[in-house]
């Protein structure tokens, strides 16, 4: 999986350069000049132009962004978890960041998503092409930005992650660890995204069109096992001594029961570094203190 951009000075945009946004940030930076939107620019990461403004404020985007940008990653995450709050996360501050940007076409405008957009709970599979229905505020803030980028005049991309974890989203693996998860069989499946895929999956579809391949305008990301949850924990304390079950410990998981199926991502040509549980939570694994 080799990403080769037709221009080393493309100029590409991260806005919400926070966790993921800066590990995508990281990754498009060894071939593309990108600039990190947050509140506050010092903290993107080394390497990463950093722009302050507060999408939420548009009047804070005035004179900020660069000219002839080609493309943009929006990777916002709520400030508080209200519906108004996922609201103004999703909504809001694409529509004022696509204002700011104006009416020169990009190459590419790629909306990072959520596979909770899918309320399904009946163990089926969803692929790109299935209902995408939520039933929580949550999922339908989301759903209302991705119509909001897809309807936009500039060709847009919807990447749809599952449950992102790795060395900086440890919890679920603290909570077997400390005994408080608990899932009873058969627990729901459940639908994971090592966090290095995660941010090479979006580095990948950028490059695959600053490269002028064609790429969809939907993309389920997420590893190649979808698995019930108890299976998971399960292996963890196999692998590692966890402490027995606390009372009150975490019965199943927040987000239904469905299997996620990768094949078109897998179909563009992208490679999962971790592409299961085990190749990931084992690395995390031998790495505890």
């Known amino acids: 999986m080799t990403r080769t951009y037709p221009n080393p000075s493309a100029k590409i945009l991260v806005a919400g350069c926070g966790k993921l946004g800066g590990a995508i940030a990281c990754e498009l930076a060894k071939q593309a000049t990108v600039y990190g939107l ?14 302050g403004a507060d ?3 548009p009047e804070t985007l005035n004179g900020k962004l660069p000219d002839n940008l080609d493309v943009v990653v929006y990777c916002l995450t709520p400030s508080d978890y209200s519906e108004q709050g996922y609201h103004q996360a999703y909504v809001t501050g694409l529509q004022n960041l696509l204002v700011a940007i104006g009416e020169r076409p990009l190459t590419r405008l790629f909306f990072v998503s959520s596979t909770s957009v899918y309320a399904q709970d009946d163990d089926s599979w969803v692929d790109e092409t299935g209902p995408a229905e939520p039933d929580r505020f949550t999922g339908q803030q989301i759903r209302q930005g991705e119509q909001t ?3 936009s005049i500039h060709p847009a991309t919807v990447v749809r992650f599952s449950g992102i974890y790795g060395p900086t989203r440890q919890r679920f693996l603290e909570e077997v660890l400390e ?9 729901p499946f459940s639908n994971r995204i090592h966090e290095v895929d995660a941010a090479n999956a979006i580095a990948w579809l950028a490059g695959q069109a ?5 790429i969809e305008d939907l993309y389920i990301a997420s590893d190649c096992q979808p698995v019930r949850l108890d299976e998971v924990v399960d292996w963890v304390r196999q692998q590692v001594p966890c402490k027995e079950p606390v009372e009150g410990a975490r019965k ?3 987000a239904g029961s469905k299997r996620c199926n990768n094949q ?26």
Do not use: C, H, W
């Open 149 to 151: 980028a897809l309807e």
């Open 252 to 254: 199943g998981g927040r």
């Open 179 to 187: 005994g408080r998860m608990n899932p009873q069989p058969p627990a």
């Open 264 to 289: 078109r991502l897998l179909d563009s040509g992208f490679q999962f570094r971790y592409p299961d549980y085990k190749a990931g939570y084992r690395e995390m694994i031998s790495n505890l203190s």
């Open 210 to 214: 600053l490269a002028g391949k064609t």
């Open 55 to 57: 999408l939420s404020k």
């Open 38 to 51: 947050r509140r506050n620019p010092g903290n993107v990461p080394e390497g990463i132009t950093g722009i």
